[in-house]
């Protein structure tokens, strides 16, 4: 799994700092999460290929989480795109996207599906054979969920040799990978132990922003290896993330320790700090593990 | 009069390129014309301050000319503007934009009027005692205008010692500069431009993007100092430039020609072009005088 960082500023574009938009490279899926203004640049900057990208998701309809989405999919249609787009966002984004594109008199020509989300509860919203995708409720300002992506087990390794010297026939090969036991030639029970082992460890990462300090969320981001949490501020501006249901490094710190997170990436900083290391001496006065600043153009193998 | 250059490329933004979007400085006034994504960061490149922008003009509702709109607002409400803004742009824009400003639960606090157009002949739009702003309808895939810009005439200006020989009461000194002819303490009549000598010549521009060409436009803009006509294609590219409903750099000369205008300005260049050069070669075969490129960050006096 591997995540690239488009944009981890909150409120507005400005010449060196981007609104909310990440790329989640999850076995064979490049998945874009938020897409504020300006995101379609970040993708070429960062030579994210525009076809690769199936499903966008989008945590909340304030502008720095979205204004970039509605140009994104209008350049899909100038460059010609025939491969399907899937929108998961919250109610609302089908009427402001296909108002803007009636205006404009410009339909894609694509297949473009929205999913619209209202669901106050956790639900899954998207599922294949490698991975799931599950809203994780928020608290802010407006309906918002964060997302948790998470792989499937991988098929466990077979090994060749130990499997033909127990006279397993090779037809049960993926009965094997799948975790059966099977019968060999002279009809003995094979323990699938005996001749695999196991498949990589499947990995989980759970985005969640915008957010007030929340502990609800624990139970749902329980153990994932990473977590990217918003810290729109510091200590010495507690007074405002209230109001605006925003979170401190620390109170993200403090959520990455309920739920046992492998790593804690911190991001949408307020535009107010020019020093963004404080936000991670906070953090960890609340959480011991790995913190990671997010930073436009990083890349963060998970 | 100067216009600077935010964005001059059609279609989608990329790295190095922008769509449109200009500030035009025409007496007290910074007018924002057009308003494609990014533009808010554009204005902050280019030092442009927020607040002097009270009034919008969109062309049309393609987003390559508005879809920075909505989230400049939204950034002007986050940095509490207290100044009233005029949006002028077609009908929609302001079901679009108000619609946005609902689902994100995030309405301004500063004075915002819509003005919508849906003329499809020339009107006045705005007028103060210094500036004139007409519609120029334009012949594009969805309703379009462009805009004409003018300068009302400038005071005459007063040779005080001259007046004082004559003998004029101060009291005067208001209508000599309008041009009219006074009475002396003596009670004789002193023509006007005994006295005065006529102000500067006030100047006209004309934006005109998006258009097919489009002679009837003539007439409005005939002897404006600059026009900025959109040429998108080559001549090479002739036969998409119809279907589009866009222009050749050949046929913006050619209007400029029968318009006699002062100066041509080129934009709205297709991204397909990696050498604009062309364009004012193409042009100049239709159009002897002055010819300019758009480029981002020009800054153009008029």
Redesign the interface.
């Known amino acids: 799994m591997k995540l690239t960082i488009l944009g981890c500023h909150s409120?507005?574009?400005?010449?060196n700092t981007h609104p909310t938009s990440q790329v989640l490279e999850i076995r064979n899926h490049v998945f874009l999460i938020d897409c504020g203004?300006?995101t379609?640049?970040q993708l070429?900057?960062y030579k994210v290929r525009f076809s690769r990208i199936k499903h966008i998701f989008i945590s909340h309809?304030?502008?720095d989480h979205y204004?970039?989405l509605?140009?994104m999919i209008?350049?899909f249609r100038?460059l010609g795109r025939e491969t399907e787009l899937h929108i998961h966002a919250?109610k609302?984004i089908k009427?402001?996207i296909t108002?803007?594109m009636k205006?404009?008199?410009?339909w894609t020509n694509f297949p473009l599906y929205f999913h619209e989300l209202s669901s106050k509860t956790s639900e899954m919203i998207f599922e294949d054979e490698n991975v799931e995708v599950h809203t994780i409720p928020l608290d802010h300002?407006?309906y918002t969920n964060g997302f948790l992506f998470k792989e499937k087990p991988f098929e466990r390794k077979l090994n060749i040799h130990k499997a033909q010297d127990a006279k397993i026939n090779k037809a049960y090969f993926r009965k094997l990978k799948q975790g059966f036991d099977v019968e060999n030639e002279d009809g003995e029970l094979i323990k699938n132990d005996m001749v695999t082992s196991p498949g990589p460890k499947p990995k989980r990462y759970a985005f969640c922003s915008d957010t007030a300090y929340n502990e609800s969320i624990v139970p749902l981001i329980k153990d994932v290896d990473a977590i990217y949490h918003e810290s729109t501020f510091l200590e010495q501006h507690k007074d405002l993330a209230k109001p605006t249901k925003h979170s401190t490094a620390k109170e993200a710190g403090k959520i990455a320790t309920m739920a046992s997170v492998g790593q804690l990436i911190l991001g949408h900083f307020s535009s107010r700090y020019d020093d963004i290391e404080n936000f991670k001496e906070e953090a960890s006065e609340a959480f011991q593990g790995n913190i990671i600043l997010a930073e436009t153009g990083k890349e963060i193998v998970i």
Chains 1, 2 share one sequence.
């Open positions: 409120a507005s574009p400005q010449i203004e300006g379609q640049v070429r900057k309809l304030h502008g204004f970039g509605v140009g209008s350049t100038l919250p609302g009427e402001v108002l803007q205006l404009a008199d410009s300002r407006v």
